[in-house]
DNA sequence: TTGTATGCGTTATCAT
DNA sequence: ATGATAACGCATACAA
């Protein structure tokens, strides 16, 4: 009995497999074993098959292949934006590590939006996403029940806190930005500004300010020695902010930023406004991208190590999704790059 | 007669459409419905289907969902890397737009390597992309033959050549190089120099190569007017290109960088070198990224619609998806910037 | 409006 | 070594 599969609609005229073993004269199950475990198949026979794969242009379905073997090889990521160079860079190593095992990488972005990414986790989950990727902490605890749930493996990054239960791969913003506090204050500062981004549903952002009111206070001075101002992410608002803080009473002798782009708008701006860095004003970084390297004077920053991190989430996801053991977190290291636009206060 | 799926291996305990209808006592045909074409179902037992989903976690399954409809929803994109700044705001706002029509972006990185390019157009077909995003138009032509042959709908963005056969949507590299560079003749240089990646492989370095060629040539200079120093792109190739340039007898009085990255290192170089720019030296890069405006002085430089590029690829390659129309390219305007590291040369 | 039944293309378990 | 066939989970034409 022929098939009727001709009456059938068709996408398009892809060969399937039942097609290549009608041409090859063997059954579909040889054929699937031709390409999946070539050893168990004599080799007269493969290479009738090879012949017929190639004359039809064969190429298995990623669906059907997917439902029966019940995994994709997949892995999805939802990073807040693509276009800022340290989720970037990141992401790069993640799937050049992705890609040697095989895997491919599904990303989503939420520009910043909680409720987007929680669709997306969803969304990805329904792609087929064996297992996902996300950044920092902050988001609907929700997010991970379903995960969990759904036995998907999950892992958090650009982030690391020790309290928290969800496995992360990551470095700790708070502490990191209290060791460049440390520095700061050393130097002789008392009067801090802080040009930060949102804080609230970004964890990276709170624990950075966090550091340095940590510093603050163990040093015994009073809350009211840090002037915060609070923005998105860009040079033009790190331009604004640092306008903004000076123009208070009794102005910082440093201002410390959330990132670098924000530091490198403050620096223009202090620059324009006459003010000498750092003799006059001393400014600070974060991220150690590019750009801290091209400013005058060099900004003075925190270096995170975004490459190691894509690279280790990536194994870590693999290895997770091979064998559900218990995940565990991982806690990078950041250094201080101590450049030109930070120094003793009060030079002036 | 009970199903006996218990009896069954399963990955995870993930619910199945069929848990889900039995959870609400309807059919799975309904809780389709109710999934895929809500106003078809009933408000009440919607909303019992809601609530089961709800309990049981349900998502559908990716590959049984892509073999019944032949569709993935999944659009491949092959960058060179995501670690520039110029794929990532594009990619960026291409997945925006995919995202928006409820489509994912499945992402791989060729490392500006041909072979790997490659290998991962199969990679991604296989992975069921129902459309591909590539860079540029240097590729072995039967990556084209197989996708036709697959009939995968694909694209060539960052790149415009009106003599090419294969659609794309970006500009044209050498008519905006052209553009610059008839102004710098303009304003009465004549001994150039070029820092530019590598131009085999890549056509859009060819591209802005050749654009300073066409001018020098009209103008009826000689091609030793142009002095070229070959290399890849980054910060510290920039500056250690630059010193090379400067270094052969009789040096140019501009310094054109293929991108602006490698510009940056030159201007600094130039500075190092106690060269002041543009009194000295004129440089100008490509791409107006972030960091143009934050050098010292600020870049001159040809500004690129990533977004719009980036916008403008999805719809498209959405569109072809739907219907398999005569796929047409689209070409986008670049226009100058004018800032402060050009000006006419001799001033010293 | 809802349910029944079948096909989608592959893998894997049995036989042979 | 090879073949027949039952899942895999969902969508949809058709029936009710």
Redesign the pocket.
Known sequence: MTRK?DT?R?KAGNA???DVAAAA??????V??C??APQ???Q???ARVEDAVNRLS????F???A????QTDTVGAIVPTLDNAIFARGLQSFQEELGKAGVTLLVASSLYKADLENAQVRTLVARGADALLLIGYDRDPAVHEFLNRRNVPHLVAWAHNPDRAVPSVGFDNRAAMRGLAERVLALGHRRFGLITAQRVGNDRARGRWLGVLDVLREAGLDDSALTIHETTYSYENGRAGLRKILSAGDPPTVVMCGNDVLAAGALQEAREMGLSVPRDLSITGFDDIEIAKITHPRLTTVRGPHREMGRRAARMLLSLRAEPEEPCSYRLDTSIRMRDSLSAPGAS
């Not at 439902?67 to 019940?70: E, G, I, S, T």
């Open positions: 599969r059938h068709r399937t497999l039942s004269g063997v059954s579909t199950a040889t699937s074993r390409l999946n168990l198949v004599q007269a026979t493969r064969y190429a298995p379905n669906g059907a292949r439902l029966a073997v019940r």
